[in-house]
Each structure stands twice: as C-alpha cells, then as structure tokens.
C-alpha cells in the first residue's frame, strides 16, 4: 500500500472503551478505516469478536478486542498493558464506555446508584487516563472524552447521569492543563441525539415510541439524528486533525443547543416525549 494512501491515522495506536456498539463502534470502524492500529474493549465478547473479525476482513487498519469491565480498575490496567505489549504505544485514547439509567426524578435514585453510575461513567476515565498516560506522552498522543449535549443544557429525570457528563468535559479541561507540558492534548466530544442501540431501547420504553423517535429527530436544528460514522469522524478530527486544540468540548449534536423551543415543566406530571 503506498504512503499513507489517503489513511488519516495509519499505524496510529488508539484504545476505545466501550467499541463494540453504539458510538464506540463508530470510532472504531472509522479510525480502523483510517489505517489505525484500534485495540478496543466491552464486556460482552461475542460482540466484540464479531466486529473485529469483520474489520480486519477489510485489510486497511486492523482491530483487536480485549474484554473489560471498565468499573474494574485491574480490568483497565490489563487494556492498556496488553495494548503495549502487542503494539509497544498508545497514540490515542478514546473514553467512551458508560451507560444512561431510566429517566427517574432525584427522589427514586438512591445514592448507591449515583455511585455505581459514577464508577462507570466518570471515574473509569480517570483509571483508563492514568494508566495510558505514561505512554501517551512519550508519543505526544492525544486523549478525547466521549460527555454529552446533556452535560451542558441539562435532561429531564436524569440528575446523575447528566452529573457525571458534566463531569467528564470539566476533568476534560483540568486535565488539558496539567498534560500540556507534554505536548498531550486531552479533548472531549458531546453528543446530543445519536442514533444508537441505547436511544432505540430507550424510546421502546415509552408509551409512544414513535412519538418519541420523530421527537428526537426534530430536537436538533437539522430534523435528523447524528450517524455513528459521524460520531466517528468527529473523533478522529480531534485526533488526527486538530493538532492546535486542547480542553475544547466539541458538540455533536446538530444544533439541538440553539433556539427557543417549548420547555416549560410546570405542572409536568410524565417525561415529556
């Protein structure tokens, strides 16, 4: 294959937590398309199997899945170290795994829920972070968080889950700071309405789930829903592309932020879909 070939991130080495669905797996096809050496990572194997098989069929990049349970820091110690001994680098790091409970009110989350959640959504980016930062450095390589839209203008019935976005994109900037010595830039992306496994089964949970699908196209000033390809692509800008960006939070979300639109609350007794 001649130099590059087109290939925005040949041979680069780029971890990405929860890869084998949603807008992980957007990440990792895109960036295995770009010529990048992808080692990702999800708890269900069978899935994670399947999708590296079919992406190293397509011989450009290549794909490797390593299970791990990001609420469990030996588990991510084994990603990152496993990642170096097969490939001896990390170029890239992608923080995406995490997870959106029901839409509930503060008052039937309990606050060992809150700390599960936490656990999983915010404290798995610092473990994964730290332990890839030794080798990120050395390279110059770069880190992006996967927060949400949410994060920023809020979400009906979700204090917890919104709490740890939030989370995300200010550790985002913190950690931008502390690593610009090292010429490491640390960014993250938030997505507003994606289409994903997840926001499907959330919508089948409601009492009018094509109500709540065509709602959520419209949310976003361009009437559709983002693309995993897209959510890809804004990643790998981030990586390959935006070599003068750090602590930025890069929105995916089609304009949903802007406008007026209807939101009073008064008086809501349902979620409001």
């Known amino acids: 294959m001649a130099a590059n ?18 807008i992980g797996l957007g990440v990792v096809q895109v960036f295995v ?29 290549e794909a490797l899945f390593i299970p791990c349970d990001v609420s469990k820091e030996e588990e991510i110690k084994n990603l990152i170290e496993k990642t170096v001994a097969k490939y001896g680098r990390i170029d890239c790091l992608v923080n995406n795994a995490g997870y959106h409970p029901p ?21 798995s ?20 968080n996967m927060s949400s839209l949410v994060g920023q203008i809020g979400q009906f019935g979700a204090v917890t889950y919104v709490a740890t976005k939030g989370g995300i994109s200010a550790m985002t900037r913190a950690l931008s700071i502390d690593e610009a010595k090292y010429n490491v830039r640390v ?9 994903t496994p997840m926001w499907n089964s959330g919508a089948q949970a409601t009492p009018n789930p094509e109500k709540t699908i065509e709602n959520g196209a419209n949310s976003q000033l361009i009437g559709r829903y983002g693309t995993l390809e897209e959510s890809g692509t804004a990643c790998l800008f981030l990586a390959a592309d935006a070599t003068f960006c750090t602590g930025i939070d890069l929105n995916l979300s089609g304009g949903a932020e802007l406008n007026y639109g209807i939101k009073t609350m008064r008086g809501e007794k349902e979620l409001p879909f």
């Open 33 to 61: 398309k770009n010529g990048a050496k992808v080692v990702f990572c999800a708890r269900r194997e069978a899935e994670g199997k399947e999708v590296e098989a079919d992406l190293n069929k397509l011989g450009i990049g």
């Open 187 to 195: 960014n993250s992306v938030s997505p507003g309405n994606v289409w």
């Open 125 to 144: 980016y610092f473990i994964a972070a730290k332990y890839a930062l030794p080798y990120l450095r050395k390279v110059e390589g770069n880190i992006i």
């Open 5 to 22: 070939n087109g290939l925005r991130y040949k041979d680069k080495v780029t971890i990405v937590t929860g890869g084998s669905k949603g």
């Open 103 to 123: 839409h509930m009110p503060i008052d039937d989350f309990s606050s060992d829920d809150f700390r599960e959640l936490l656990n999983v959504n915010l404290v």
